[in-house]
């Protein structure tokens, strides 16, 4: 697995498929939580959904990276299909957990807020939340399962959209308004570990999905 991950970051280095949702993240960042004061749950709400729309994109782009050729010479190599789409996916989140890092201090950096304990866990929640759904979103939307890359395109954004605008959808929607009528972090803590299942749950389907779609097409 840690060949697979060292190859999937190597290949993502070299086409730089990374720049235009890295310069995606810290535009949004800039824009949402600049200049920022107050409690820190709306600001945090703010990161995690730059880190959603990120993640996503760097999914589709990081998945579908390879040519069937050499997808097909990387599955060879590793025995299993499944181990390869695995390590693929261990990649995009080791790559949204430093991104995390800097989700999490930026607007302490350029805001002026009281910090809390509760209120970095609550960041830490809510991005990780973000991020495993924007996984779960990026997988169906690859080139794995769908060649056509405006129809995939197409997909993704309704995806996104729906999970961010769509009144009470679980878990970003839903997390976004709990963090934006609420200033306790400490209260928030157990809902948004729920969202955090709900967001482990869509991603452990969505790569089973995935796999499963590939293998047959394989």
Partial sequence: MIALI???FATVLHTQRYLAPLLLFTGLMGVLTANGSGPLPPA????????FVASTWLTTAL???DSPVQRAIVVVGSGRAAKVLAGSIAT???SCLFLM???LLFPLWVGSYHVRPADLLLGVIA???CTLTGIAIGLPCSRLVLRRQGVALLLALALVMGFLFTHGVPPVNRLFR???TSTDSTA???RSTGMLAVATALCLASACATHYLTSRRE
């Fill in 6 to 8: 060292r190859y999937s």
């Fill in 178 to 180: 709990l963090m934006a």
């Fill in 44 to 51: 945090y709400a703010s990161s995690a959904g730059a880190l």
């Fill in 101 to 103: 890092v800097f989700g």
């Fill in 63 to 65: 998945i579908g990276i």
């Fill in 127 to 129: 991005q990780l939340t």
């Fill in 188 to 190: 928030l803590l157990a």
């Fill in 92 to 94: 995009v989140l080791i």
